[in-house]
């Protein structure tokens, strides 16, 4: 259970502007329930200097991002290195939305613009990081504790997997031992007949493997955990596992998806399938091609995939997604396959409810579309107060979602038995059932426990945050509600 934030709470403050320092200070001075001791610094190597003496010393970072020794979104990734488990705040003097969904999405616990409101708001803003910091660590701890037990459940399919890959990388190793013996060499007919043999085993070892992930997809095993995410991340994070693969043969990959793409599936199991296709457009790329990752046009949720190789035949095209008939052909570097990396992103994408398919012309290349189905955001407001709900509908307008509305905690449950929505932004105080005793009944259900959830009120005692986030509330909100509040915390589930 967390502890409550009572007493002094240290913060550091990195800003080398005297006045904006002055400023900061002054906030955090007015704040009435609970005392700030700020150390204050004007350099980014200083700060991470205290941070590597005496890191347990603070409780949260305030950070300018325009330093005289480091400028930019890379103060912020330094600073989460040394200290990977403290909020930080970003205060700004550039209102630029852009840097503050960064911001936000590389590990920042809020962006604040320097001056007006949101000095006002500073002390409050230190307090929520804190708490949603503590809420991610333990979610952390919980997400672990859910993969150990994963693990214990494969467990069977694990040993069965090394029973049956050690032999084969015995086999493996004694060919190589063989053939590198210096002392007896082999005649050029038996090392060629080795050098066969090897060739043989690597491929049923790498088989192994994807039929396990092809079996576990299909048995249920492996479950989708869909959600929200910036498509060009998720290309990105791919080209950098195949860079070196894409270096050896001096393939250019080129990320042409447009920023703030969004996506709505499991990333772990959509970047395997991406990666699969991907690696395949290396593999029958010619030496200095380039293999192109795009999104097309009017096609909500789809990814392209095209390279400018070899290509393939209408009748490869027919089998190269079937599990009951194997194909592979040899890349133009010679790379060998095990005709299993499509099935499977076929398995994965069918596993989403969604398809992939194949274009391609003999020597002019191919290319692959990925199509995840349209999902749009879905966001349910429970408040018994009519002006609070047309309020937050106006602020939330811009966000392309589906606004769905209960006026208090029971007629919330009704509407979630035909909807599950992707977030819920719910009240504290309301007549019939509360916020607290439904967020309560919302983490009992295992179909609307992992709904991320917002809570509103306009009481800011510390109890209140307290039993919130006890509940299981994933962020949590005072009234009056103000839109630099409100829509960085939304962002953060809906991307």
């Known amino acids: 259970m967390r502890k409550p934030i009572n007493g002094v709470i240290n913060i550091l403050l990195v800003e080398d502007n005297p006045p904006d320092a002055y400023m900061a200070r002054e906030a955090l001075a007015q704040n009435g329930t609970i005392s700030f001791a700020i150390t204050h610094v004007e350099r980014l190597a200083e700060a991470l200097a205290l941070l590597e003496l005496e890191k347990k010393r603070f409780a949260a970072v305030l950070l300018d991002l325009t330093l005289p020794d480091e400028r930019g979104i890379n103060s912020l990734l330094r600073i989460s290195a040394a200290a990977p488990d403290m909020p930080v705040i970003i205060l700004s003097g550039l209102d630029d939305e852009e840097i503050a969904l960064k911001a936000v999405h590389l590990g920042a616990q809020d962006y604040l613009i320097k001056g007006g409101n949101s000095m006002a708001i500073l002390p409050h803003a230190i307090r929520y990081a804190i708490e949603r910091q503590q809420v991610e660590s333990e979610l952390r701890a919980a997400r672990r504790h859910a993969e150990n037990a994963t693990r214990l459940k494969d467990k069977f399919l694990s040993v069965v997997a090394h029973d049956l890959q050690a032999p084969l990388t015995s086999v493996i190793t004694e060919i190589k031992i063989a053939t590198m013996d210096t002392d007896e060499p082999l005649s050029h007919r038996h090392a060629r007949t080795l050098k066969h043999v090897l060739e043989t085993v690597e491929e049923m070892s790498s088989m192994l493997e994807e039929l396990i992930s092809i079996s576990r997809i299909q048995t249920g095993s492996i479950t989708t955990q869909p959600r929200f995410f910036d498509a060009a991340f998720a290309v990105m994070s791919v080209k950098d596992r195949l860079t070196h693969a894409a270096a050896i043969k001096k393939v250019v990959i080129a990320n042409n998806i447009p920023p703030h793409m969004r996506l709505y599936a499991d990333l772990n199991l959509f970047s395997e399938a991406l990666f699969n296709v991907v690696s395949n457009a290396i593999k029958f790329s010619n030496p200095g091609g380039t293999v192109y990752i795009s999104a097309p046009r009017d096609v909500p949720g789809a990814l392209a995939v095209r390279d400018e190789g070899i290509g393939m035949n209408a009748e490869a095209l027919t089998k190269i997604f079937r599990h009951e008939e194997k194909f592979t052909t040899t890349g133009t570097a010679g790379e060998k396959g095990t005709g299993l990396g499509m099935p499977l992103a076929q398995d994965i994408m069918q596993a989403h409810h969604g398809t992939i398919r194949a274009e391609s012309t003999p020597g002019a290349g191919s290319v692959f579309y990925l199509f995840l189905p349209e999902v749009r955001p879905e966001i349910l407001i429970v408040d018994d107060d009519n002006l609070t709900r047309i309020m937050l509908k106006d ?72 039993k919130a986030f006890n509940l299981g509330a994933d962020d949590f909100i005072t009234k009056p509600i103000m839109i630099e509040e409100l829509l960085p915390r939304v962002r953060r589930f809906l991307i």
Do not use: C, W, Y
């Open 395 to 466: 602020l939330l307008e811009g966000l392309d979602a589906r606004i769905l509305e209960a006026e208090d905690g029971k007629k919330a449950l009704a509407l979630l038995e035909e909807n599950t929505p992707h977030l819920m932004i719910i009240d504290a105080m309301m007549p019939v059932m509360d916020g607290f005793e439904l967020l309560e009944r919302l983490r009992k259900n295992p179909k609307t426990q992992l709904i991320p959830t917002i809570l509103i009120t306009a009481n800011s005692n510390i109890n209140a945050r307290e």
